[in-house]
C-alpha cells in the first residue's frame, strides 16, 4: 500500500523535480571548475564530509608516492644524516653531515658547495638559495616508507614541520619541491611533471588525506 | 665583463670580470693570489677552498657575483705572520707532502677551529671529508688539527 500517494502524481512530480535540480547542481560545480586552476594561491581550505572520497586520494597518492620516493626528493630526506646522491641514491660523496638546522656542519656546509643556481656542468652540484636537509629535530624521512607510512607521517604535524592542510598545500610549490624539476646536467627528473605531481598532492589532501592500507 | 670590486684579505680588489666567472679565477688569475689551488674544478676535492664571510666555499663554483660586498680570505690572508694556530701545527708537524691540497685543508681546519675548538676525531671526520690528499696524510693532518686545538686554548688562556 502507497502511503504518500494515491495516484503516482506525488513521485512523479519529485523525481522531475530531483532531476531538475541535481542538474543545475551539474552544471553549476562544471562552470565552477572550468575557472578553477591548480596553480591559484590557497586562501582557506576546508575539508567537508562531500569533499572526502577515500578512494580517490589514495589513488592519487600513488603518484604523490612514487614522486616523493624518486631520487630527485628522498635524496634529502635520508633515513640518516648523511644526504643521498645521483639517481642509484647512494651516500653523498664526502658524507657531509645533516647538522642541527640541516644545513650541515663546520667546513662541510651544503652552500659550501651548493650554489643559489645549479653549477653547469655534468653532475655538477645543483644548486638553490636555501638548499638543506631538514633538520634534526624533524628528519622528515622518506628513505624506507611505506606509502601507509609516509602518507601518515606528511600530515602529522609533528613530524612534517608543523604544517596544516594549508601549508601542505603551499608546500607542492615550495623552492626546494620545485628544484626537484630542475637537477641540473645527468640527473633524471621525476616520474611525472610537476604539474601532474601537484594535481595528486591537491586531490589527496582535498580528499582527505586518506593513507594506503598497509 | 663587468667592473667589481672584491674584497680579499682585508684589501679591495677592482677588477673586471664576468660575475659569472669562478671566484677561484678572480683570485689566481686577476688578484694574483696563487696560494689557493685548482684541484678539480667541480667541488669535489676542496683544493680550493676560501672563507667567504667566514665560511669555507669552494671557489671553483663559487660565481665571482656571490663574492661582491662579502669578505674573501684566502690562505694567504688567514693570518699576517703566518702565525694561525692551524699554520703553526701544520709546520710543527710537517704535515704536507707535495702539499698541493694544504691551502684548502688549512682553510677547512680553520672553520672547524673556529666553530668546535675542541674537536673530537669525529669531528675532524666530519668538517674534513671534503678535502682531498692524494699523499695520504690524513693522520698528520688530525694530528695537526688536535695540536692546533691545543695552541689556540694556550692562547686564549693566556
Known amino acids: 500500500m502507497k502511503r504518500y500517494s494515491k495516484n503516482g502524481k506525488g513521485d512523479l512530480f519529485s523525481v522531475k523535480t530531483a532531476t531538475i535540480l541535481s542538474i543545475l547542481v551539474f552544471i553549476m560545480a562544471v562552470g565552477a571548475s572550468a575557472f578553477r586552476k591548480d596553480d591559484a594561491p590557497v586562501k582557506e581550505v576546508k575539508w567537508s564530509a562531500a569533499d572526502r572520497d577515500s578512494i580517490e586520494s589514495v589513488k592519487a597518492f600513488a603518484t604523490v608516492y612514487k614522486v616523493l620516493m624518486s631520487p630527485r626528493c628522498m635524496n634529502c630526506h635520508p633515513a640518516g ?68 607510512e609516509l602518507a601518515k607521517q606528511l600530515v602529522d604535524k609533528k613530524k612534517n614541520g608543523n604544517k596544516d592542510i594549508k601549508k601542505l598545500i603551499e608546500h607542492a610549490d615550495d623552492g626546494l619541491v620545485l628544484a626537484g624539476w630542475n637537477p641540473g646536467e645527468g640527473r633524471t627528473l621525476p616520474p611525472v611533471s610537476h604539474a601532474e605531481f601537484k594535481k595528486a598532492w591537491l586531490t589527496w589532501l582535498n580528499k582527505g588525506a586518506y593513507a594506503p592500507k598497509k | 665583463m663587468a667592473k667589481i670590486t672584491l674584497n ?59 663574492a661582491v660586498g662579502k669578505k674573501v680570505v684566502t690562505i694567504e690572508g688567514l693570518s699576517e705572520t703566518n702565525s694561525h694556530p692551524v699554520q703553526k701545527a701544520w709546520q710543527e708537524i710537517d704535515v704536507p707532502q707535495c702539499g698541493y691540497c694544504h691551502s684548502g685543508q688549512i682553510m677547512s681546519a680553520a672553520v672547524l677551529l673556529r666553530e668546535k675548538p675542541d674537536p673530537t676525531d669525529q669531528d675532524i671526520d666530519d668538517a674534513m671529508a671534503g678535502n682531498i690528499c692524494r699523499c695520504g696524510t690524513y693522520l698528520r693532518i688530525r694530528k695537526a688539527i688536535h695540536l692546533a686545538a691545543e695552541m689556540q686554548k694556550k692562547t686564549s688562556q693566556g
Open chain 1, 81 to 148: 644524516d648523511v644526504p643521498l646522491q645521483g639517481d642509484d641514491s647512494h651516500l653523498h660523496t664526502m658524507a657531509p653531515k645533516r647538522g642541527h638546522d640541516g644545513k650541515g656542519v663546520f667546513a662541510m656546509k651544503c652552500s659550501n658547495c651548493h650554489q643559489e643556481t645549479n653549477t653547469p656542468g655534468l653532475h655538477t652540484p645543483p644548486g638553490n638559495p636555501d638548499w638543506h636537509l631538514p633538520p634534526a629535530d624533524m628528519k622528515m624521512v622518506f628513505q624506507g616508507k611505506s606509502a601507509h
Open chain 2, 8 to 66: 680579499i684579505n682585508k684589501k679591495d680588489y677592482p677588477l673586471e670580470a664576468d660575475p659569472q666567472m669562478p671566484l677561484l679565477w678572480a683570485i689566481r688569475d686577476l688578484a694574483g693570489l696563487k696560494g689557493t689551488k685548482y684541484g678539480c674544478g667541480v667541488a669535489q676535492c676542496g683544493a680550493c677552498v676560501v672563507h667567504l664571510d667566514g665560511e669555507a666555499v669552494r671557489s671553483c663554483v663559487t660565481k665571482v657575483s656571490r
